[in-house]
């Protein structure tokens, strides 16, 4: 069979463009997907909370007829300062290069695949962070209408052990990966 320079150049041609297609739907696709960091996400998500914490505890007092409890109130506080705060500084130090030693707390090196010990342990984190508010309602509830429980101290506990060990889990990964490293040849 007969092929001349001509055919070829065509075949050519028709190579770079169908490259150039799918270099561009993989672009597009990016585009498309326009999915916000997860450092961002969980920031949102906990400021979400704290908002509605906030405005349930804003309510409440407008209608409690005098009768409040600071731990009501200000069960928002421990979502924004223990979830949204650190979420948003590490966020925010990806885009700045600062804040290392938090989002190498936070698992938060990268955007890719978190493996399984860095999900038990920000599940931990945040059941501690979601332990500590339940707790701060419970109190809340129980000092409005007028009564105490010894179980309430139970939610401070376990909420610190949550988050205690989540940090020490991740300071003792953070180490173990800087004494693995070999130096560079």
């Known amino acids: 069979m007969y092929t001349s320079d001509k055919d070829t150049i065509i075949i050519d041609s028709y190579e770079i463009i169908e490259e150039d297609l799918r270099n561009n739907k993989e672009a597009r696709a990016k585009e498309r997907s326009g999915r916000l960091p997860q450092d961002f996400r969980t920031s949102l998500i906990y400021l979400a909370i704290s908002?509605?914490?906030?405005?349930?505890?804003?309510?409440?007092?407008?209608?409690?007829?005098?009768?409040?409890?600071?731990?009501?109130?200000?069960?928002?506080?421990?979502?924004?300062?223990?979830?949204?705060?650190?979420?948003?500084?590490?966020?925010?130090?990806?885009?700045?290069?600062?804040f290392a030693q938090l989002r190498a707390l936070l698992g938060s090196a990268g955007d890719s695949a978190v493996g399984a010990l860095d999900q038990n342990r920000m599940g931990m984190y945040h059941a501690g962070i979601a332990t500590l508010t339940v707790g701060s309602i419970m109190k809340g509830v129980l000092d409005i209408y007028g009564t105490t429980n010894r179980l309430t101290m139970v939610y401070p506990v376990i909420g610190a052990i949550l988050i205690i060990a989540a940090v020490a889990l991740a300071v003792r990964k953070n180490t173990l990966n800087i004494n693995t490293e070999q130096p560079a040849a």
Do not use: D, K, Q
Not at 70 to 93: D, H, N, V
């Open 51 to 98: 908002a509605g914490l906030a405005f349930a505890g804003a309510i409440y007092e407008i209608f409690s007829h005098g009768v409040y409890s600071y731990f009501m109130i200000y069960a928002f506080a421990i979502t924004l300062i223990g979830g949204a705060l650190p979420y948003m500084l590490s966020y925010i130090g990806s885009l700045t290069g600062r």
